[in-house]
């Protein structure tokens, strides 16, 4: 954690400056240690960097003070004692590092003054991703693998070679034409979706799950029985080199294209660029898409192109002179755990959620994170006031990952799962068991509508975007008028088309609310009111019948047509009609649990009630139903590539309309796929399968000549 009592490095004088750089030599120490000998961290990269940068900034204040031991001067740290050593032939080195757009501005007119290079000579330079893994060399003789060692202190390294050779994407033997000695640089990693399977595949074993991807590689490709390596699925991007007898390239470039020509992996982000800006145009967009890659990367790396000029440049204590590590924001953070509240869902699941000391994890501030259930709690084995690491990956919800047992406070108290909903009524938590007879990991609050959590939650379901969708009544105000009591309560669906009526007076009493005005207060009852004439399917979803989505709710409204038959259907299989129950059974995608969850959902009185009500304030519009005979009647089309006349949702109704099922993968009962511009796999594969395959003027001549 930042020490905040710290000294400014500007204020120390020398004999601070000394037993500074002392404690920092020795913290340091131990961080590396942790992170590379028992691939178990317990501060933050950010927090690790601030240390070494720290560190470097009192050496460059007071050079006479920099110790033989300086942290500066060092890469990971000392092998460990259970494999065999190799020293590496050529040292694994470290990357130098940039945070901001304007240090790589400084990178490259420091490389460009190092080079005397003048502004009209063009300086190319290589930007990739930095992978999150661990760092490997291989040897290669003859083309044949020889040994595989990990970067240990960057001189010698661990032989790891038998764990090496289980990795699928490390060649025993190379491709093509290999110089007689080849050193292959590069690391491994796992995908962020094998790490997940492994953690499950470890949790029902009832075994430790591991904390991210990196630490599990790293300890996967350190086992000393190799067959442990060889469950784990580990991956390796080849990078870089160390010696070579013959170089295949002078280029950065055209060596990582001869390394995939030998048979590797290499990163398809990796591009050249002539001048800083598109360098950080590239850093920028591979930011963005960071959250959607299948691995973890911490930042972007820029290499000098030219191998001369790479020999020219050189090296500064341990960081080559013409490479830098552009590191992202931290996504990673830690902070303390204050509390752990208990949030109901609209089906009444009971989800801990964490309430977090604020810390801003990767340029957001996070106070809540989901703990999902009971399980995760005693998996992750955090308690109250515990510190803990947390994660917030593209737009989910954040996560925590773990806590940092030696930061336990004495006080930190286990948290009890409650055995009753938190709402007035205390109704008991139960667990549901499905149709294997095991107990589901989730607790549901049984108090249903009566519950006022999940009251409010399904209003809020009910006034969402695919459901009613009423402009200026979201979750904020659904909160706000649910606790109403002054006569402007929202507590049930029908009571948002009443409130402009309920009280002749109601617009006055809202517009003198804290947050309405006149006008804003006419806006919202104008909103309600547009939306008073409401197509069947909106109505079927935002009743928030449990299994019942936006596909399904489309499936019934279009097989029942009306409001009457679609009510009539499930009031009678809520009383046991087989008939009606085998009708709604023979539908598309409606299966036992869609049935069951009608039945219990019209069998309920309160349901009942609530629906009686708000049917009286609707006006509910017939749902188009599927021509039966169509041309496409009972046909399965794909419509793939970029579709230039309508967008894909309205390709799918229109097919939907025609009596079609449109389908979002191509197989053999494929009958039709419509493809645009830019179409791939798809179309490859009903090329494949013979299928027929129409561009979308083509669909639009059969469509208007049924
Ligand atoms: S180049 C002499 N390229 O980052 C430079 N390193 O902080 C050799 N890393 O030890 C490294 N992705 O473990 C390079 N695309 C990449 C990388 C990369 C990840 C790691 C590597 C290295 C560390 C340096």
Known sequence: MADNKLTPVEKLNQDEAAAELARLAAVIAEHDARYHREDAPTISDAEYDALKQRNFAIEARFPDLKRADSPSEKVGAAVSEKFEKIRHRIPMLSLDNAFSDDDVRDFAARVRRFLKLGEDIPLRLTAEPKIDGLSLSLRYEEGALVYAATRGDGTTGENVTANARTISDIPNRLKGNPPAVMEVRGEVYMTKEDFAELNERQAAAGKQTYVNPRNTAAGSLRQLDSSITAGRALKFFAYAWGEVSDMPSDTQMGMVEALQEFGFVTNPLMAVFENVEELLEHYHAIEMERGELAYDIDGVVYKVDDLKLQERLGFVSRSPRWAIAHKFPAEKAMTTLNAIDIQVGRTGAITPVARLEPVTVGGVVVENATLHNAEEIERLGVKIGDTVIVQRAGDVIPQILGFVEEKRPEDATEFAFPATCPCPLETPVVRETNASGEESVVRRCSGEFACPFQRKEHLKHFVSRRAFDIEGLGDKQIEYFFDDES????????????????????????????????????????????????????????????????????????????????????????????????????????????????????????????????????????????????????????????????????????????????????????????????????????????????????WFRRVEAL
């Open 487 to 698: 006569g402007l309560e929202i507590r049930t669906p029908a009571d948002i088309f009443t409130l402009a009526k309920r009280d002749e007076s109601a617009l006055t009493k809202l517009k003198n609310r804290d947050g309405y005005g006149e006008v804003s207060a006419q806006k919202l009852f104008d909103a309600i009111e547009e939306r008073r004439t409401i197509p069947l399917e909106r109505l079927i979803y935002a009743l928030g019948i449990r299994h019942v989505g936006e596909s399904t709710a489309r499936t019934l409204a279009r097989s029942y047509g009306d409001w009457g038959a679609f009510e009539e259907a499930s009031l009678k299989i809520a009383e046991g009609d087989e008939p009606a129950r085998e009708e709604m059974d023979a539908l598309e995608d409606v299966g036992g649990a869609v049935i069951d969850a009608v039945a219990r959902y019209f069998s309920e009185p309160h349901n009942r009630d609530m629906i009686d009500k708000l049917i009286g304030e609707l006006t509910v519009e017939e749902a188009e139903k599927p021509q039966s005979d169509t041309a496409f009647s009972g046909k399965t089309i794909v419509f793939t590539g970029s579709l230039e006349r309508m967008s894909r949702d309205e390709a799918k109704a229109m097919a939907e309309r025609l009596g079609a099922k449109a389908s979002g993968s191509v197989s053999k009962k494929t009958d039709l796929v419509v493809a645009g511009p830019g179409a791939g796999s798809k179309l490859a594969k009903a090329q494949e399968f013979g299928i027929e395959v129409i561009d979308e003027d083509e």
